[in-house]
């Protein structure tokens, strides 16, 4: 396998972002759709100066932990892991987003499940972890395909666009 290529099953890859990739991230990120559902950190409006920033800082990583999603040969999402510190070392946070063309394909339930086990064998780690807006069904309902409990629901901690929501967390451990 390609050592660019992180993981595969079937028609959906993990592998690292390319420079060829940036057109179609920043165009699929520059949707309001999207990046309702991320933090304030993900920029809106997201431009193509926003995704050549993004390759930079994913190309300083060491270990890589930001991965482009491959569906049927093409481009159509990012995938990560951020690991924790301090006490919270031995977990990571999971993020993901598929462009708005590829949704309901079951592209993110096998993103998900690939960048799971890829993280639970590569970088020493027991737990990864999600806090979806409380709107967010089709999240939900990827990461409980995965295998991933609903522990608990953290009231208001959410202030999106003015507005306040809840937070569903969820996680899977080894
Ligand atoms: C959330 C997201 C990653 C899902 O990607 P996807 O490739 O469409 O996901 P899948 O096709 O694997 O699974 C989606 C599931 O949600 C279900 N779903 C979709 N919309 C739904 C809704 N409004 N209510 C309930 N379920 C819904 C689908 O039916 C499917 O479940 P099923 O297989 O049981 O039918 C994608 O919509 C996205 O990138 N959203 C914007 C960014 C985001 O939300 N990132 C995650 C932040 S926590």
């Not at 990120?29 to 933090?39: D, G, I, Q």
């Not at 807006?133 to 939900?140: A, I, L, M, T």
Request: proline share 2%; glycine share 6%; charged share 25%.
């Amino acid at each position: 396998m390609d050592n660019r290529i992180i993981a595969k099953d079937g028609n959906v890859m993990l592998r690292e972002l390319k420079d060829s990739d940036l057109h179609e991230l920043s165009e699929y990120a520059n949707n309001e759709k999207v990046s309702v559902n991320l933090r304030d950190a993900f920029p809106t409006p997201y431009t193509f100066e926003n995704a050549k920033s993004f390759k930079e800082m994913v190309d300083s990583q060491n270990p890589k932990t930001f991965f482009a999603i491959e569906y049927q040969g093409k481009y159509v999402g990012n995938i990560s892991l951020s690991i924790g510190n301090d006490v919270y070392k031995k977990s990571a946070e999971i993020g993901y987003f598929i462009g708005e063309p590829f949704w309901n394909k079951g592209i993110a339930t096998k993103a998900v499940n690939l960048m799971t086990s890829w993280g639970f064998n590569n970088l020493n780690i027991v737990r990864i972890h999600s806090g979806v807006f409380d709107f967010n069904k089709s999240s939900q309902r990827v990461l409980e395909k995965c295998g991933y409990s609903k522990e608990g629901i953290f009231l208001k901690s959410i202030c999106k666009n003015g507005k306040i929501y809840d937070e569903v967390r969820y996680a899977k451990t080894i």
